[in-house]
């Protein structure tokens, strides 16, 4: 199948600091590309989202941006807080599935105090 | 959002047993998904939920391992068959939201089996 690479697997800020994620993409087909936060003993919870037509989305400390030509895009947190810790994950459309994803292996993120 | 209510929220269950997980909607949706994740790791699309249709399984899951019932359009349900331990995972059910459309999560069904 295609393929989501997501790096770096655990990345660790120190609380202020700024957090990028990225992500690289095989499926030229992928129009769609969200990211999800995932805490402990909980489901994924949809954080931001972009689609092919836009090359940077911005939703208060977190942008998404895309590079469709390179097939890549990064997840930027800014002001970086403890409650920001969790694990997130990138995901990119399947061809031909409506809104099914393949997702990255995950960024397990810790902001220190 | 679609609210997603997914029971049970855990289970421990016996090898060469089954279980059915619940995935119920608040609003009526087109697209219903189920996601295995095992520990540590990410989400792998199992198959889509089809209402009135057989489910589509991606490639490494079968109907006879994981069956999937959708009776309308805020219903889904996925069995874990002849469980084994190597089916301890995550089991997440995600919905299309139409007017957004975006996918959204319940909040997973933590399966162990002994």
């Known amino acids: 199948g295609e393929n989501v690479e997501q790096h770096p697997s655990t990345l660790s800020v120190q609380e202020g600091d700024s957090a990028v994620i990225k992500c690289t993409y095989s499926d030229s087909a992928s129009n769609y590309f969200p990211w999800y936060k995932q805490e402990l003993g909980k489901g994924p919870q949809l954080i931001i989202d972009i689609r092919s037509n836009v090359g940077e989305k911005k939703d208060q400390r977190i942008a998404v941006t895309l590079n469709k030509t390179a097939k890549h895009f990064s997840l930027h947190i800014t002001e970086t807080q403890p409650e920001d810790s969790a694990v997130y994950f990138c995901?990119?459309?399947?061809?031909?599935?409506?809104?099914?994803?393949?997702f990255g292996k995950g960024t397990s993120l810790l902001v220190t105090p | 959002s679609a609210v997603i209510s997914q029971k049970p929220s855990r289970d421990i269950c016996q090898r060469g047993t089954s279980l059915t997980i619940q995935c119920q909607v608040d609003s009526q949706v087109t697209m219903m998904f189920w996601y295995r994740q095992q520990p540590g790791q990410s989400l792998t699309l199992i198959a889509t939920a089809n209402q009135g249709s057989e489910a589509t399984y991606e490639s490494g899951f079968v109907i006879d391992k994981f069956p999937i019932s959708r009776p309308n359009l805020t219903f889904s349900t996925l069995t874990v068959s002849n469980m084994s331990p190597e089916d301890s995972s995550i089991y997440l059910c995600s919905v299309e939201s139409g007017a957004d459309e975006k996918l959204f999560f319940g909040s997973g069904t933590q399966l162990s089996v002994l």
């Open positions: 995901a990119a459309s399947i061809k031909n599935s409506g809104y099914a994803l393949n």
